[in-house]
């Protein structure tokens, strides 16, 4: 029976290459599978954060538009949010007023023209004297209007309002309050101790006074009865 000849170790050499580059290339076809799979598993996980974080918005203009500053912040690719730690944002409507905002937490839209803020959140709005305390708000430029679904307490000048829920056209300098409405009137007690402070962080200057001789109302509001 003949012998086949013995292979060179030339073509040795050749088939361990071929087996090396196609061991390599399955390696390589799994991990760029793996890492589809992983970036589509992990969407819901931050793909950033900042501590101490500073941000600022600009118009076309390059006006400053809105300002955030915030302990921590995280930013969320699978629905495009950032969520932010005890948030203080500053946002100026569309009739170019400045707005000041607080609470535990936020949330803002891609974009922040659309937030949301949660514990103790308050919303104030210095020139009118005028400021909301709710545990949910909802802002957005966009639409010039802020609302909250949740009980809220409104303060004006002295003048203090509760409803169940709240809706304001800011554009139109008009709100709507729904469910039971009580209202508390003080006459010469001035701007609210929150109004003052808006004041301060809006001019710089202190506002805070005492004024004497408060003459206080109460009434309520309740839902009307269906018929």
């Known amino acids: 029976m003949p012998r086949l000849p013995r292979p060179s170790p030339r073509l040795w050499l050749m088939l361990l290459l071929l087996l ?10 799994r991990n760029s599978l793996e890492s589809t799979v992983d970036v589509d598993a992990s969407s819901d996980e931050p793909d950033y954060y900042l501590e101490g974080a500073d941000m600022t918005r600009f ?10 500053t915030s302990p921590h ?7 495009d949010v950032t969520r932010a730690q005890a948030p203080k944002i500053r946002t100026n409507d569309s009739e170019d007023r400045r707005w000041y905002a607080t609470g535990d937490s936020g949330v803002l839209s891609a974009g922040g023209d659309t937030f949301t803020l949660e514990g103790n959140a ?15 708000l909802h802002y957005s430029r966009e639409q010039n209007r802020a609302w909250s679904d949740v ?4 303060t004006q000048n002295g003048q203090r309002v509760e409803s169940d829920r709240f809706s304001a056209d800011l554009s139109q300098d008009s709100a709507q309050l729904e469910g039971r409405v009580r209202s508390t009137l003080q006459p010469g007690k001035g701007k609210s101790d929150a109004a003052r402070e808006a004041e301060t962080l809006d001019t710089g200057n202190d506002t805070t006074r005492d004024d004497d001789g408060r003459v206080s109302s109460t009434f309520d509001a309740a839902p009307a009865q269906d018929q």
């Open 73 to 79: 912040i995280e930013h969320t690719p699978g629905d």
């Open 122 to 136: 308050r919303l104030r709005q210095p020139s009118d004297a005028w400021t909301l305390d709710t545990d949910v």
């Open 151 to 154: 009980p809220v307490v409104i």
């Open 59 to 68: 118009d076309a203009r390059g006006v400053s538009i809105q300002s955030m």
């Open 20 to 29: 090396v580059g196609g061991v390599m290339a399955l390696i390589e076809q």
